[in-house]
């Protein structure tokens, strides 16, 4: 799963149409919005609303606003962020610009949610913006923001609220994805792509997406009965064993918030996953896509873990960003969530890579650096963090998914006797 809806950008959704016929467009655009409210959010009668959003993605923003006050929103705050001015930062702002953060609006985000407010995020950032930037500069001010905005994310990463991620199709994200290709051609053919993975191409999205919801838990329920210690992948360069926590719990789909909203915290969602143990990973893991990382690209990584903890890491490209990304704190070398997902996923048939997290983690098999979630141990909303800690769950600042699954990949549940039993082969399940 993701918490980050960092990427995007998006005038040309307006009029991003050139594939797609303009009516045909728009309905899918608000079917997409619908869907997000309804069923992403689960958004409820009286309850406010957070949105962050890239300037370029206005025209969804506006759909979703439509939506929620239509489900009895009593506010909808938006937050837009634009990348240009992100860009003047790092070309003119002085040096200890770089260990800033907005600490008074992430306290204010914070609130909102402990007052009740639900959270809706709005990927599609260019996710090479930051590529060409000082790679010290883009970790100082990820580490500020990432310390200023951790009450915030706290709240999310414990379900406190309901909350979702959509996509907008941008044109700095289309001309990634879609390199060779003119922006409006791009912008358009990314937008089918979102569309069809987002499940909003049939008029009966929102039941689609229950129907699909039931099968994901349907799966995580399978997993939990089976009580595994731990999973061992093998693939090109993957030869993993990653402990699970104890009293771990798999989790697909919908999850109903502590607020007692049921919502899908991921749109496009493909994944089951879980809290491996902190210090119970040992082994090497070779990335099997590229990692885009808050605005840069980390391609070919390989690490070697040792007691849970990352003792050797390397990559083609990004290394630097790769080092300082697992250097920010303890908890950032080891693991707080693997996640199953078939190789025959849409997102993976689709054959793209979308630079995006949210996209690309659910086509592929997937661990992630940093914090774990708590809603994946049992009980957890009793426990405090030593208890959870102690039980193997990570914390840390970040909370990083990065692709290792592949149409090559083994996977083997491993019970506490030592037997093991296949659960993929080539990268589809079993049975
Ligand atoms: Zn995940
Ligand atoms: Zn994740």
Redesign the pocket.
Known sequence: ??IDAHKGNGIAAANGSGLLDPAVFQERLDRLAEVAVRVGLGLSRGQELVMTAPLDALPLARRITGHAYKAGASLVTTLFTDEEATLMRFHHAPDESFDRAAEWLQNGIAAAYRSGAARLGIAGTNPALLAREDPGKVARANLALSKASRPALDLITRHEINWTIVACATPAWARQVFPNDDEQTAVARLWTAIFAVTRVDSSDAVQNWRNHDAQLQKRAQFLNERRFSALHFRGPGTDLRVGLADDHLWLGGGTTARNGIPCIPNMPTE?V?TTPHKDRVNGVVASSKPLSYQGTLIEDIRVRFEGGRIVEASAATGEAILRRMVETDEGARRLG?V?LVPHSSPISKSGLLFWNTLFD?NAAS?I?LGQAYSTCLRDSDTLDASQLAAKGANSSLIHV?WMIGSGRMDVDGIHADGSSEPLMRLGEWVE
């Open positions: 799963m993701t994944e996953f969530e996640a983690e997937h992630a998914d």
